[in-house]
């Protein structure tokens, strides 16, 4: 699964419209315009992908007419915390900075379901029922797990499984799919 996958998926589950994502990266402190954001969501076509028949399988990753970096899908969940939550302010009343901590590649899914999770005000609780929901059964220590910062000593990497299935069960709780 690549960054364009988690931006589409989770534009379908929060049933987000072009003009919504364009205000979500503004607010995530990037400008992209609305054709870019459509860029970044359609898929290329068959005969511009130049992909063998024989190669591809239900695993293999779609191939978007722009590719959506790390700092993009960061930016864009920062954004959505600011959409669905508000501007945090410090204690002196002042906007608080951005923090983007995606250092790898590896660490999409983890920052991925941290963002999510503030952005929606979700518990543990929902996250282990929204999980649930489409038969991933997840303890509360494994899933604390998942969420810890990756220099903790019990952080586990979370995998494209639970990030595709977190998304999946998103959409049946907002869109009742």
């Known amino acids: 699964m690549n960054n364009n996958d988690r931006l589409l998926r989770l534009r379908y589950a929060l049933e987000l419209k072009d003009s919504e994502m364009v205000e979500i990266f503004k607010l995530g402190e990037m400008e992209i315009p609305i054709q870019e954001v459509r860029q970044l969501l359609s898929k290329q076509d068959e005969k511009e992908s130049q992909v063998d028949?024989?190669?591809?399988?239900?695993?293999?990753?779609?191939?978007?007419?722009?590719?959506?970096?790390?700092h993009m899908l960061e930016s864009f969940l920062n954004g959505l915390i600011v959409y669905k939550r508000g501007r945090q302010k410090s204690k002196t009343g002042e906007p608080v900075k951005m923090t983007f901590?995606?250092?790898?590649?590896?660490?999409?899914?983890?920052?991925?379901?941290?963002?999510?999770?503030?952005?929606?005000?979700?518990?543990?609780?929902?996250?282990?029922?929204?999980?649930?929901?489409?038969?991933?059964?997840?303890?509360?220590?494994?899933?604390?797990?998942?969420?810890?910062?990756?220099?903790?000593?019990?952080?586990?990497?979370?995998?494209?499984?639970?990030?595709?299935?977190?998304?999946?069960?998103?959409?049946?709780?907002?869109?009742?799919?």
């Open 53 to 70: 028949e024989d190669e591809e399988d239900e695993f293999s990753e779609n191939l978007y007419k722009e590719d959506c970096t790390d």
């Open 101 to 177: 901590s995606l250092k790898h590649n590896k660490d999409v899914n983890n920052i991925l379901l941290k963002k999510v999770k503030v952005a929606l005000s979700l518990t543990n609780e929902d996250m282990l029922d929204i999980l649930d929901d489409v038969g991933v059964n997840l303890s509360k220590g494994e899933l604390s797990a998942v969420l810890r910062k990756e220099d903790h000593r019990n952080y586990q990497e979370c995998g494209d499984r639970y990030a595709r299935n977190f998304l999946k069960g998103l959409a049946l709780k907002y869109r009742g799919a």
